[in-house]
């Protein structure tokens, strides 16, 4: 006795004919799960098969009928040869109609049937999936190019031995799975109009062993005093730093460091902060989220206040070198994220000038932004005449940041001036006459 065939039709993917005479084809939509309760009230036999298009079943008995004992199981084949990818709940079914019926309204998911039995088999073929690399600097890109309905994506650091011998399962919705404490192993469904692989409903995440390259770490440096010896503190802690030092224009200085980077982010670490202790730079970028940079906390204990502001940044190269006409925030001229770990206290009071052009800075980048609750409490902090040495000189610099912007917020050359560390200087001392600034 024949009985009644489905074959399921995921897109882009290589078609298998139907061995059987007559076949319903039903697109791929959900689950299997969704779609087994939605076709079953059409079949007319005691069992039908169940497949999908990908699977080849010129090694399936299709004339398989089970036995006395086995007539309420669900019966299924799944593939165990190492190119294939191994996966238990398999691809091809043959379902005891009248038992699923009777239990369908009762399951979660297919896997709560009351009895499956799992056919091992050595010799099944099923379409493999794409091994793609990705650069850290975007692990989108080649899920873009890729058109399969999963594929298979890892950092291109790895060696594609560490890739799993998986095959995804249709059972229930598709969904995003991830290997590893950094998920530089990905198996990704294809979806449309997908932004972030965030975006993707399900997920599910597995333990996997491997190394993960450390991101470079570049000290960017102008004119501060300390520089030099917070460097050499920096590197004899972290060897792997390198220095840029002395490059008028931050656009142009973190361009340079930028280029001095080996790896696709790096750690930009700043001379007028002293590095927490706990921060040990191994912090990687979300393989995730869309490529932005990170920017850590850091601790402003003059006017006793701790968020982004000078602490360490993990730069993405490429956002760095699309930046050539930033906003008043280079940093916030791309996209970023706010990591709430402490990397770093600052001591930007350290000198009169480094008082007056930190607090001169961010005072008019706070009042340009879109206002909060929270840029309001850091603006009125920076405002404040703090504590400590030079605490008079981060607030001069501080109101003079607020008359600057009231005078030309509608003038944004002049608010670009804020970029320019030599203006700035030249303003302090024409605004100061009688004070020794050299």
């Given at each position: ?83 294939g ?56 890109m ?61 997920s ?44 008028l ?17 790096f ?13 040990d ?60 770990l402490?990397?770093?206290i ?30 309001q ?43 320019d ?18």
């Amino acid at each position: 006795m024949a009985f009644d065939s489905v074959q399921i039709r995921f897109r882009d993917t290589i078609t298998f004919n139907s061995p059987f005479a007559s076949t319903r084809v039903v697109p791929f939509v959900g689950s299997y799960f969704e779609i087994l309760k939605s076709i079953v009230e059409d079949i007319n036999t005691e069992y039908f098969w169940f497949f999908a298009n990908f699977m080849d079943l010129k090694t399936i008995d299709i004339d398989y009928i089970p036995e006395q004992h086995e007539k309420k199981q669900i019966h299924v084949w799944y593939n165990t040869h190492p190119m294939g990818g191994t996966n238990k709940e398999g691809n091809v079914m043959l379902i005891p109609t009248q038992e699923f019926k009777n239990q369908m309204h009762d399951l979660k998911y297919l896997r709560d049937y009351k009895d499956i039995n799992y056919h091992p088999h050595d010799n099944l073929y099923q379409q493999l999936i794409t091994k793609s690399s990705f650069k850290l600097k975007d692990p989108y890109m080649p899920y873009e190019a890729n058109d399969s309905y999963y594929s298979w994506l890892y950092n291109k650091d790895l060696d594609m031995s560490v890739i799993p011998n998986f095959y995804p399962s249709f059972w229930e919705d598709v969904k995003l799975y991830t290997w590893g404490k950094t998920k530089d192993v990905m198996l990704v469904p294809k979806q449309q109009d997908l932004k972030q692989f965030y975006d993707i409903q399900r997920s599910v995440h597995y333990d996997l062993d491997y190394d993960v390259k450390p991101m470079d770490i570049v000290f960017i440096s102008y004119d501060e005093p300390s520089a030099e010896q917070r460097y050499n503190k920096l590197k004899e802690r972290f060897p792997r730093a390198k220095w840029c030092k002395g490059v008028l224009g931050q656009t142009l200085a973190y361009i340079t460091a930028a280029s001095m980077s080996d790896t696709d982010y790096f750690f930009a670490v700043f001379p007028k902060n002293e590095l927490a202790d706990d921060f040990d730079f191994s912090f990687q970028p979300d393989r995730l989220r869309n490529p932005c940079h990170y920017i850590f906390d850091c601790y402003i204990p003059s006017i006793d206040l701790r968020y982004g502001w000078g602490g360490v940044i993990l730069y993405n190269k490429d956002l760095v070198y699309k930046t050539t006409k930033p906003d008043l925030d280079f940093t916030m001229s791309q996209a970023h994220h706010s990591v709430p770990l402490l990397s770093a206290i600052s001591n930007c009071n350290e000198t009169p000038l480094l008082a007056y052009r930190s607090s001169f800075r961010e005072v008019i980048k706070l009042l340009q932004m879109k206002p909060t609750v929270e840029s309001q409490y850091r603006l009125k902090k920076w405002l404040a005449l703090g504590t400590g040495v030079n605490a008079e000189w981060l607030h001069r610099g501080a109101v003079a940041g607020k008359a600057h912007y009231e005078t030309y917020k509608d003038d944004y050359t002049k608010l670009m001036y804020s970029y320019d560390y030599e203006w700035i200087k030249d303003k302090l001392k024409s605004s100061y006459p009688a004070e020794t600034w050299d």
